[in-house]
């Protein structure tokens, strides 16, 4: 219970949560506001909900939030700390469905929460992906690199989209569900085994 105590404090799981709070209650606001994003091939524009960036954005909280201050020595120290990683991080991916969930009681939109945690999954995956590779300073440039290109190329002008643009889709689409939640298994083993790409030597 100590070490994991400890772990949390080393990790501001408290400035993790009060963020992804904080996110929520801001889109919470705008819930159905809409943005318009004009496509970068032909002369396709959109309206996409601003709803759908609060998963982006949590996401980039749940990256971040896998700094460590001890990095490269824990990579090679304790057996233990894998299942530290992955109770962290589950808890901070929990706490960012349930504000997902609050912020959705506000959207007036077909199977909001499936699509918010559709998206939380994938986007989260990326992030993870983002700290493990670049260090979770960098980790928001995973997600956020793919959710730009996502929304400005993955319109195919048909009222449909491309299959890779999974955050687009339909919820009943069972490839962007797999897409999602394969990136989210991927992220969670890798970072769970190995941790963040961050350098010992950086301050908190």
Same mark, same amino acid.
């Given at each position: 219970?100590?070490? =994991?105590?400890?772990?949390?404090? %080393?990790?501001?799981?408290?400035?993790?949560?009060?963020?992804?709070?904080?996110?929520?209650?801001?889109? +919470?606001?705008?819930?159905?506001?809409?943005?318009?994003?004009?496509?970068?091939?032909?002369?396709? /524009?959109?309206?996409?909900?601003?709803?759908?960036?609060?998963?982006?954005?949590?996401?980039?909280?749940?990256?971040?939030?896998?700094?460590?201050?001890?990095?490269?020595?824990?990579?090679?120290?304790?057996?233990?700390?894998? !299942?530290? !990683?992955?109770?962290?991080?589950?808890?901070?991916?929990? &706490?960012?469905?349930?504000?997902?969930?609050?912020?959705?009681?506000?959207?007036?939109?077909? %199977? &909001?929460?499936? *699509?918010?945690?559709?998206?939380?999954? =994938?986007?989260?995956?990326? %992030?993870?992906?983002? &700290?493990?590779?670049?260090?979770? !300073?960098?980790? +928001? *440039?995973?997600?956020?690199?793919?959710?730009?290109?996502?929304?400005?190329? =993955?319109?195919?002008?048909?009222?449909?989209?491309? +299959?890779?643009?999974?955050?687009? /889709?339909?919820? /009943?689409?069972?490839?962007? +569900?797999?897409?999602?939640?394969?990136? %989210? &298994?991927?992220?969670?083993?890798?970072?769970?085994?190995?941790?963040? !790409?961050?350098?010992?030597?950086?301050? =908190?």
């Amino acid at each position: 219970m100590r070490l =994991g105590l400890l772990y949390l404090r %080393s990790r501001r799981a408290g400035h993790a949560l009060l963020a992804l709070a904080a996110a929520a209650g801001l889109e +919470w606001l705008w819930a159905n506001a809409m943005l318009h994003v004009p496509m970068l091939r032909g002369n396709i /524009q959109i309206y996409v909900p601003i709803m759908f960036f609060v998963p982006l954005l949590s996401a980039a909280v749940v990256g971040a939030a896998m700094y460590s201050p001890f990095s490269e020595l824990e990579r090679t120290v304790s057996r233990s700390l894998p !299942r530290l !990683r992955l109770a962290h991080v589950v808890g901070l991916i929990a &706490a960012a469905f349930a504000t997902l969930l609050l912020a959705a009681t506000e959207w007036r939109y077909d %199977s &909001a929460e499936l *699509i918010l945690a559709r998206n939380l999954a =994938g986007f989260v995956g990326l %992030s993870l992906l983002g &700290a493990s590779l670049l260090g979770s !300073r960098l980790a +928001w *440039i995973a997600p956020m690199g793919y959710g730009v290109l996502a929304y400005r190329v =993955g319109a195919t002008g048909d009222d449909g989209y491309a +299959w890779w643009a999974w955050p687009m /889709q339909p919820i /009943q689409n069972d490839l962007a +569900w797999t897409l999602a939640l394969g990136l %989210s &298994a991927v992220g969670l083993a890798i970072v769970s085994l190995l941790g963040s !790409r961050d350098s010992s030597g950086e301050d =908190g």
